[in-house]
């Protein structure tokens, strides 16, 4: 983390952690350009053969402050996997991120938020906290940037952590009007970790 970012005390101030799934990919350095631009952190959960097929953008992510986690290495539904396929999918991404990004990793999320008190506990048992979300954008599906800020914006709430994807183009085209608004609005726009603060996310517990 950057010493700005740790600077932000969120039960002081007013936060959100804007949260990107499935990168690293081709549209991700275009979205670091505007948060370094407009000074601020995210939290990417990283799909570990996309950090193999890109891993200099997993590592300028990490390199300029903002939070990494556990995506699994393919994607899978982990509710519809026995236990040795959730443990592989978490530990062969986990090995790959840790060592492309040089930093431990500490967060996951489920893919698709399919989650349940054994994934919960097999992550855990990695050393994982589980962090899902408050609001999710559905970019995936909506595919318009006008529609992506105007959705950030309804869900925007003093530590909210939201939902979007950089892979999705339309996604990043709409940032730099949805980091505006939302410092506009008075808010710190911060990782999960910064989101949290002093309570440590704990391996084995769901966030929000």
Known sequence: MSGAAAK??????????????????????????????????????????????????????????????????????????????????????????EETVDRRVTMFRPPYGHTDERVLRLAGEQGLAQVMWTGTTLDWKVRDARRIKATVLRL???????????????????????????KKRGYHLVTVPTLVGGRKLAAGVSYP
């Open 8 to 97: 932000v005390d969120c039960a002081k101030v007013k936060c959100i952690a804007l949260t990107f799934d499935d990168g690293p990919g081709k549209h991700t350095p275009a979205l670091l350009d505007v948060l370094r631009k407009e000074k601020v952190k995210a939290t990417f959960f990283l799909m570990g053969k996309h950090v193999e097929e890109f891993p200099d953008i997993a590592r300028r992510t990490a390199a300029e402050g903002h939070a990494v986690g556990n995506h699994t290495y393919g994607h899978p539904s982990l509710t519809s996997s026995n236990d040795r396929e959730v443990l592989d999918e978490i530990r062969l991404a986990q090995t790959i991120i």
């Open 156 to 182: 925007a709430r003093r530590d909210g952590v939201i939902l979007m994807h950089d892979v999705v183009p339309q996604t990043v085209k709409a940032m730099p009007a949805i980091v505006k608004e939302l």
